[in-house]
């Protein structure tokens, strides 16, 4: 499935892109909120009607929803049935609209579909977003050494012209999410290896924190060169409980990590817990940079847009953080029934290890959604070039902060050994994730949270 066939929807140059960067011209800026959307997508619907035009704003819930209530319940399509599902039985009709790792998720794992439903285009970002996007396209800077976030106006996105993959890929790291985002009550989960039963179930406190995603208008200076603090706390299981780390990730630089552990009642400094280092708890089957389909620093990789594709993706992926829905980590992959699909037109980035850098992946490939520059569908090759990971991450409304995230369950299925990664898990839980709009009232979020002083005066067992 490697050579599979992909139809390609943007100009032929786009193949050709590498770091190297050039101004988008006041032609192509005035395109924006005319032509194209306010962060640079296409508006109109494709040829055969199964894309729609995009409708200029998030979806708004159904009713008075607060935070605390099931998502799903507000969802106004929440009873749409499927339109078709793709399985091994016809998987070559659809095969052009499936990305590689998809299709090696239908052929290797029996029983295995994508149930597909009718496309919608409601993701937008508030007003303030998108005033920063159209007056800072001139302004955003990738730095001398080819990878930095130098300059931009945030929150916004950084380059709705991308002239390189290096760009396209700060779009998706920049995303706007609030200035703080919380999972008071979730879990990460490791299928069991292939003839046994027993799985790794691990329950945490999660929150980041991003001090440029305050209404207004931020810089990477404005806010000390800080891109995210990372805070996350074990509560079960009993060998993990107690155990928490702090991060302090940046835009030109590497990420500072400190890490409790119990049965020492020490804060260690963790100088190397970054790119495919794996995360404490996991039995090696989640490397760092696997978090939220792609966390830290992108200078590892030479980055290249291949192009725009039409694909289904995870999206309006409300089933998936559905908290009546029993917990999965124990099948052979995630339940068909939580997954949803939709066909959107998505950008494609490559990006390939460099020469230099040590990486136990060889190529990484993202399929952004061209509304919101989400991650919907990536893809890990392994030292060989032999696909190795599929990933996916549901997009939908997080109606707090009048935004689409990927604000659902991550998925990323191991195809060499056949185990898989939930994570972002709140299935059958009682407490969703939460976006914050406005922290000022919570010490949690700023920077004097995120520092090693503060791990140990938080830190009891």
């Not at 590498?18 to 959307?37: D, H, R, Y």
């Not at 306010?38 to 729609?52: C, K, L, Q, R, W």
């Not at 607060?66 to 929440?78: A, F, L």
Request: net charge neutral.
């Amino acid at each position: 499935m490697k050579n599979l066939k992909f139809t390609v929807l943007a100009l032929a140059l786009c193949s050709t892109m590498t770091q190297v960067s050039a101004a988008p011209s006041a032609e192509e800026i005035a395109k924006l909120g005319t032509t194209l959307t306010p962060v640079g997508a296409d508006p109109s619907g494709n040829a055969d009607g199964t894309i729609p035009k995009w409708s200029g704003a998030t979806n708004k819930p159904v009713g008075s929803w607060h935070y605390g209530m099931n998502r799903i319940e507000s969802w106004g399509n929440k009873d749409e049935k499927a339109l078709f599902v793709i399985n091994a039985a016809n998987l070559a009709k659809y095969k052009d609209k499936i990305t590689p790792g998809q299709a090696a998720m239908i052929t290797e794992n029996k029983g295995y579909e994508m149930r597909v439903y009718p496309s919608h285009r409601e993701c937008s970002y508030p007003d303030f977003v998108l005033d920063n996007t159209k007056k800072g396209v001139t302004k955003s800077k990738i730095a001398a050494n080819g990878w930095a976030l130098e300059e931009a106006d945030l929150p916004g996105v950084p380059f709705p012209l991308p002239k390189s993959g290096i760009e396209a890929m700060w779009n998706y790291i920049m995303r706007y999410q609030g200035v703080g985002i919380w999972w008071p009550d979730a879990y990460t989960t490791v299928s069991p290896k292939p003839g046994t039963t027993a799985g790794i179930v691990t329950r945490w406190d999660q929150m980041a924190y991003f001090p440029w995603g305050k209404k207004g208008t931020n810089s990477p200076a404005s806010v000390n060169g800080i891109q995210q603090g990372f805070y996350y706390g074990f509560t079960e299981p009993v060998a993990l409980a107690g155990q928490k780390l702090i991060q302090t990730y940046y835009f030109d630089k590497d990420v500072e990590s400190f890490y409790y552990f119990t049965g020492q009642r020490r804060v260690r400094r963790l100088p190397s817990y970054a790119y495919d280092a794996p995360l404490i708890g996991f039995e090696n089957q989640y490397p760092n940079d696997g978090l939220f389909m792609y966390y830290g620093n992108p200078d590892r990789f030479n980055w290249k847009i291949v192009g725009k594709k039409e694909i289904y993706i995870p999206y309006n992926a409300f089933p998936s953080v559905d908290l009546r829905h029993k917990a999965v980590g124990q099948a052979p992959f995630v339940d068909n029934d939580v997954r949803r699909y939709e066909l959107h037109r998505v950008w494609v980035i490559e990006g390939d290890l460099k020469k230099d850098a040590r990486h136990s992946v060889s190529k990484k490939v993202f399929y952004l959604d061209e509304d919101t520059w989400l991650a919907a569908v990536a893809e890990d090759y392994d030292s060989s070039g032999k696909l190795w990971r599929n990933k996916e991450a549901g997009i939908m409304p997080a109606w707090e902060i009048n935004a689409c995230e990927n604000a659902t369950l991550d998925y990323y299925h191991d195809l060499t050994n056949g185990r898989y990664v939930t994570d972002s898990n709140v299935l059958g839980g009682g407490k969703d994730t939460k976006f914050l709009s406005d922290t000022s009232e919570d010490k949690r979020f700023s920077m004097n949270f995120y520092t090693p002083e503060n791990l140990r005066s938080i830190s009891e067992r």
